[in-house]
């Protein structure tokens, strides 16, 4: 049985990429239960990290917003379908430098905003908004470091229908004219299917 050398962030990113045009040379984000990062993807999905975050991942601050509001875990699908039903004012502040982000300080401030007993709705939909418009900043940085303008998402937190409305807007707001493209919902945390594609592809066998 042949060896082939591949990561954690080559799986979501091969799994990622079916049903797209891209090859190579494009901006990557990696949303996972513990992982937001900024990728630059060239040929064979050779990678090189841009950034991400400088603490928690978006999913942490997902999972913990929704287990404090009484939620499972992992808390995603529950705390989107919160996040729908309420309306968010932007109140938690944008912490970027860079393509560095935080999260742990819009936590305190998601924890606070449980304590005062400001609606679960609400809670929700402020942590959503918060995670469009930070990554709407850090895509925006870069493309402006790269010059690269062909963006996929990947990763289980990526599945998100409402991140998926909402980014868009957000990337339109800062005049940003790059192309962003989503994995499947369905692939979108299937690291495994991206693990088996890429031997797949080694072995000339034909994949989707």
């Given at each position: 049985v042949p060896q082939i050398a591949t990561t954690h962030q080559q799986g979501h990113l091969r799994a990622a990429l079916v049903g797209t045009d891209l090859e190579k040379d494009f901006v990557a984000v990696h949303l996972s239960g513990g992982t937001t990062e900024i990728l630059r993807v060239g040929d064979g999905l050779d990678i090189r990290l841009l950034?991400?975050?400088?603490?928690?991942?978006?999913?942490?601050?997902?999972?913990?917003?929704?287990?404090?509001?009484g939620l499972g875990f992992p808390a995603g699908p529950g705390l989107e379908a919160l996040a729908e039903r309420g309306e968010p004012r932007s109140i938690l502040p944008v912490s970027v430098r860079g393509m560095q982000a935080s999260f742990s300080g819009a936590e305190a401030a998601v924890m606070r905003l449980i304590e005062s007993g400001a609606a679960a709705e609400n809670v929700a939909a402020e942590v959503y908004s918060l995670l469009a418009r930070t990554l709407a900043r850090l895509i925006s940085q870069a493309?402006?470091?790269?010059?690269?303008?062909?963006?996929?998402?990947?990763?289980?937190?990526?599945?998100s229908g409402l991140l998926r409305a909402l980014l868009p807007e957000r990337l339109r707001r800062l005049n940003e004219a790059v192309r962003v493209q989503w994995a499947r919902p369905e692939l979108s945390g299937d690291n495994a299917a991206g693990v088996a594609l890429i031997g797949c592809d080694h072995l000339k066998e034909g994949c989707a």
């Open positions: 950034g991400g975050t400088a603490d928690i991942s978006a999913g942490q601050l997902v999972d913990r917003t929704g287990v404090a509001l493309a402006g470091a790269t010059g690269l303008t062909n963006v996929l998402l990947a990763g289980g937190v990526a599945s």
